[in-house]
T-cell receptor
Framework: DGGITQSPKYLFRKEGQNVTLSCEQNLNHDAMYWYRQDPGQGLRLIYY???????QKGDIAEGYSVSREKKESFPLTVTSAQKNPTAFYLC????????????FGPGTRLTVL | DQQVKQNSPSLSVQEGRISILNCDYTNSMFDYFLWYKKYPAEGPTFLIS?????DKNEDGRFTVFLNKSAKHLSLHIVPSQPGDSAVYFCAASARGGATNKLIFGTGTLLAVQP
């Protein structure tokens, strides 16, 4: 069964702590993306990666970091520098280049206490 | 600056009737448009897309219309079913650019009443 998995589904952290959200895909897609969704807002792009060992900042990258050491994996770290980290985080992947729609994982709800 | 706008936060229709969801965009470089459907606490699922070389694309009960001169697209669902109740996001990209970045609207919550 091909798809995108995100873990965990719900995550709680204390203010001031870093936390890493997992995203794995077995679709053999080159490109991967991280978005966050806040109530009443659309999806906003945090980081994206077109190929292994390369990634670019999206529209709201401050306070986040990523790595892309393997094609299948694109973990997102929410650092203590992110001022408002409580949100629903979505990972997506696409074949890459200029073609193909993005496929999304089930999301991780992060709550900062 | 919101480049993709969905001005109706919510829409309620009766089962069996037509649902029309609207989306406006400002960037004339956008040439590929998509609709996604999202249930609460789940990731969006791709519904239908349209390239700027077309003005209509149909897939079963779903039809997307594109009016380039008005920078407007709409999603028609006929007939609407209770299972269609979800948030619908419009998204756009400029495929002539270097990446496949999608710009999303804020979504419209569709409620289909039995």
């Amino acid at each position: 069964d091909g798809g995108i998995t995100q873990s965990p589904k719900y995550l709680f952290r204390k203010e001031g702590q870093n936390v890493t959200l997992s995203c794995e895909q077995n679709l053999n897609h080159d490109a991967m993306y991280w978005y966050r969704q806040d109530p009443g807002q659309g999806l906003r792009l945090i980081y994206y990666s077109q190929i292994v060992n390369d990634f670019q900042k999206g529209d709201i990258a401050e306070g986040y970091s990523v790595s892309r050491e393997k094609k299948e994996s694109f973990p997102l770290t929410v650092t203590s520098a992110q001022k408002n980290p409580t949100a629903f985080y979505l990972c997506a992947s696409s074949i890459g280049g200029l073609l193909g729609e993005q496929f999304f994982g089930p999301g991780t709800r992060l709550t900062v206490l | 600056d919101q480049q993709v706008k969905q001005n109706s936060p919510s829409l309620s229709v009766q089962e069996g009737r037509i649902s029309i969801l609207n989306c406006d965009y400002t960037n004339s470089m956008f040439d590929y448009f998509l609709w996604y459907k999202k249930y609460p606490a789940e990731g969006p699922t791709f519904l239908i897309s349209i390239s700027s070389i077309k003005d209509k694309n149909e897939d079963g009960r779903f039809t997307v219309f594109l009016n380039k001169s008005a920078k407007h697209l709409s999603l028609h669902i006929v007939p609407s079913q209770p299972g269609d109740s979800a948030v619908y996001f419009c998204a756009a990209s400029a495929r002539g650019g270097a990446t496949n970045k999608l710009i999303f609207g804020t979504g419209t919550l569709l409620a289909v009443q039995p």
